[in-house]
């Protein structure tokens, strides 16, 4: 299977960017990276995606390095509602789309 | 827009009893796929569909059974009731499968938490 590497978990300050690495070592050419996070027991949310390029939304940006086997997302500007496990994918099947979750990192944000 | 809707929200079973959870999408996508989370662990994929009347397995799929006769719908049945199928499960769907659709994120429901006594 396609997996990431994550750290397990981290801490940042209310107002801060927090910044939340992901290796994705065995990223072939057509599969994307996804990121979702997981506030306390919701379902998974959609956050961004990308191939190549750095990506930015409203919610955050993804900075992919030129070798596509790492990628950081960034939260701005982080609150208290950030606080939440964040997982990064690659997608196995792009065809097919079966996500495959790892254990993610669980972010959390300190007032 | 009700998006991924699942029913009921919380359920406990017997070893050995049956039971189906509901899924149900208003968004006319095509990919439904069921997945289950354990404590402390990521999502497994359990099955998926990537059509009407088109059915497949994921990574856990032993023990469960999926259809799907129309494209709203995407039911997931307990066939005989394990203890080891405790667990909290999501459904989700996207628009479509395909190259074309590769970028389109996956809409995940809030889950059903199953106990299996």
């Known amino acids: 299977d396609a997996k990431t590497t994550q750290p397990p978990s981290m801490d940042c300050a209310e107002g801060r960017a927090a910044n939340l690495p992901c290796n994705h070592s065995t990223i072939s050419g057509n599969e994307y990276v996804y990121w979702y996070r997981q506030i306390h027991s919701q379902g998974p949310q959609y956050i961004i995606h990308g191939l190549k390029n750095n990506e930015t939304n409203e919610m955050a940006s993804l900075i992919i390095t030129e070798d596509r086997k790492s990628s950081t997302l960034i939260l701005p500007h982080a609150t208290l509602r950030d606080t939440a496990v964040y997982y990064c994918?690659?997608?196995?099947?792009?065809?097919?789309?079966?996500?495959?979750f790892g254990q993610g990192t669980r972010l959390t944000i300190n007032p | 827009n009700a998006g991924v809707t699942q029913t009921p929200k919380f359920q406990v079973l017997k070893t050995g009893q049956s039971m189906t959870l509901q899924c149900a999408q208003d968004m006319n996508h095509e990919y439904m796929s069921w997945y289950r989370q354990d404590p402390g662990m990521g999502l497994r994929l359990i099955h998926y569909s990537v059509g009407a009347g088109i059915t497949d397995q994921g990574e856990v799929p032993n023990g469960y059974n999926v259809s799907r006769s129309t494209t709203e719908d995407f039911p997931l049945r307990l066939l005989s009731a394990a203890p080891s199928q405790t667990s909290v499960y999501f459904c989700?769907?996207?628009?479509?499968?395909?190259?074309?659709?590769?970028?389109?994120?996956?809409?995940f429901g809030d889950g059903t938490r199953l106990s299996i006594l």
């Open positions: 989700a769907s996207r628009p479509g499968t395909g190259m074309f659709y590769s970028n389109q994120p996956q809409h």
């Open positions: 994918i690659q997608s196995r099947n792009p065809a097919a789309q079966k996500l495959v």
